[in-house]
């Protein structure tokens, strides 16, 4: 009913404004669901791709949260649509169910390379990152005094945010903040110094979008760093894991 893949469904969007590219990555695991049926265009490639302005699928799934259950199902109507249909609670033993038909695009198989997960390079730093309100209030403050924003972290579990312009130069320290466990062995055979910070400058504007996820309370939050070239931002949060793919800026 979406594009499903045995062990995981993938919501995938890229935003695009201006010159800089952005990319978010949605995966819930199988075991999300109570109940999946799913037949693509073949058993190799047992997958569908479909668009959907996210707005209209975020409207439809704001009605359906105390709902008792859920189905989504693609539907042929007047157009391709994602049908929602909720079983509402009630005082009575009448079901009362809601639906909604979400328009969507189904994506031509000659394009489904475009939307692949991304491959992202060999980081050279992984980090826990702090707690998401306190580093979105740091990022809030910051944004006044420039539209990037230096994030450098090492593998002593250290983190800094930093502006610097012409007139002022601003660093918030955080500390103690621990590593992943591939975080120490990233790269077999290649020594990284603990100390040494690995960067990346990026659009604040971009930052801000993924910390508005502190509204899905994360069981863990991560930072990969590939130097002056990625930053890689993970949620984690029971089955449901949330990627964000940032590219650094000159």
């Not at 302005?53 to 539907?75: C, D, F, G, M, W």
């Not at 157009?79 to 609670?89: F, H, R, S, V, W």
């Not at 863990?220 to 590939?226: G, R």
Request: hydrophobic content about 40%; some cysteine; proline content about 6%.
């Amino acid at each position: 009913d979406l594009k499903i893949d045995l062990q995981f469904l993938y919501l995938y969007f890229v935003f695009v404004l201006c010159w800089i590219l952005s990319a978010f990555l949605c995966s819930l695991q199988a075991n999300f669901f109570d109940e999946y049926q799913m037949e693509g265009v073949s058993p190799e490639d047992n997958e569908i791709c479909l668009e959907v302005t996210p707005e209209n699928l975020s409207r439809a799934l704001k009605t359906v949260q105390t709902a008792k259950s859920v189905k989504v199902k693609l539907t042929k109507k007047h157009c391709p649509c994602l049908t929602i249909a909720a079983e509402l609670p009630t005082l009575s033993s009448i079901s009362r169910v809601v639906t909604h038909d979400v328009p969507v695009d189904v994506i031509p198989r000659r394009l489904w390379h475009e939307f692949k997960e991304l491959n992202v390079p060999d980081f050279d730093v992984s980090i826990y990152l702090p707690p998401l309100k306190t580093m979105k209030n740091v990022v809030d403050r910051m944004k006044n005094l420039s539209n990037f924003l230096v994030i450098e972290a090492n593998l002593n579990g250290e983190m800094n945010l930093k502006i610097e312009t012409d007139l002022v130069s601003v660093t918030t320290h955080f500390k103690d903040l621990g590593n992943p466990p591939w975080g120490k062995n990233m790269s077999p055979g290649v020594y990284r110094d603990p100390d040494s910070m690995a960067e990346a400058r990026v659009d604040v504007r971009r930052l801000q979008q993924f910390l508005m996820g502190q509204q899905v309370n994360p069981s863990k939050a991560m930072c990969n760093i590939v130097h002056q070239r990625i930053l890689h931002l993970i949620l984690l949060h029971e089955d449901v894991s949330l990627q964000y793919f940032i590219p650094a800026v000159a």
